[in-house]
């Protein structure tokens, strides 16, 4: 058999989310793409790769055999372009930190803090990205550190180190509409004015992402460009809002509830990009480290 890089990375993908459609979304392909590139390796291989079931397929076991050697494939594909690119990097380069939305507000900003004070000669740039284009990027050599979602790192790299939790939250303004609620699904959020993030920002698109196509519309009264915003928002009764545990303060005047969907149970892992690390790799994932552990999210 000869097999696609891109095949290989669908597949991981398909496999990791259980949905021929959810896969297609993370490697930015269409949907009758992904179907015909999938169907093209099961002929190729002979035997079926995936179990098709009423809710999604999950993977054979050619099909296992086949998504764990992509793994180790892809990950020494990965190490192979950041080797090379590596050479292209001169001295006094800035280490490049790609996180989302939700590492952004508090666990980046600390590490960055106690990193940058001890290291005066290291610069460090940041960039706010989804996971799944954080995960691209360090595949490619082209970022030193990620901090992204468990679920999308362990689809497309090797070896993710496990931060902290990261769910996310409903709140809304102390005795408000939220007061005699215990969890609530998405069906119950979108019931309310919302308030939330600008529509490109990573966290939204994540949940876009998750809550599908089919899923009831939201009504946000109004987009901010800051979680900070949107919690200020929601705490004086403009709407309800969808965010991460960790950017509501610690003692906020706020109703906080759990959000009762899979997708809201999330991790964060460490990862790092493909090639040689430069300098101060290693210190700046300790510094991470040890934000993560000292960053202690309010109960919900």
């Known amino acids: 058999m000869r097999y696609d890089l891109t095949d290989l990375r669908l597949f991981v993908a398909v496999a990791a989310e259980g949905s021929i459609t959810a896969g297609a979304r993370r490697v930015h392909l269409s949907l009758p793409s992904a179907s015909a590139r999938v169907r093209a390796l099961e002929d190729s291989a002979g035997v079926p790769l995936l179990e098709r079931r009423r809710h999604g397929v999950r993977p054979t076991p050619a099909g296992t055999a ?4 992509a793994r180790q494939v892809l990950g020494e594909t990965a190490r192979l372009d ?9 001295a006094g380069v800035p280490l490049r930190l790609v996180a989302g939305t939700s590492p952004l507000y508090d666990l980046v900003p600390r590490a960055l803090v106690s990193f940058l004070r001890a290291r005066p000669g290291t610069d460090v740039e940041v960039a706010e990205l989804p996971s799944s284009e954080s995960v691209g990027r360090l595949a490619a050599g082209e970022a030193d550190l990620g901090v992204v979602l468990a679920d ?9 180190v496990r931060l902290a939790d990261d769910p996310l939250v409903v709140i809304g303004a102390a ?5 005699g609620r215990d969890a609530l699904t998405w069906s119950d959020v979108v019931e309310h004015p919302m308030v939330g993030l600008r529509a490109d920002a990573p966290l939204q698109e994540m949940i876009r992402g998750r809550i599908g196509p089919h899923a009831p519309v939201p009504r946000y009264r109004t987009r901010a460009d800051g979680l900070g915003t949107v919690v200020a928002l929601a705490a004086a009764g403009v709407g309800i809002a969808v965010v991460p545990r960790r950017a509501v303060p610690p003692g906020a005047a706020l109703e906080v509830r759990a959000l009762a969907e899979p997708w809201a149970v999330r ?3 460490l990862c790092r990009g493909a090639g040689p690390a430069p300098p101060g790799v290693a210190e700046l994932a300790a510094h991470l480290h040890d934000a993560a552990a000292a960053s202690v999210p309010a109960e919900g």
């Open 175 to 179: 005795g408000g509409v939220l007061v």
């Open 66 to 69: 086949l998504a764990r050697h």
């Open 82 to 90: 950041g080797a090379v690119a590596s050479y292209a990097r001169g």
């Open 152 to 160: 999308v790192a362990r689809a497309g790299l090797p070896d993710p």
């Open 267 to 269: 991790e964060l892992v």
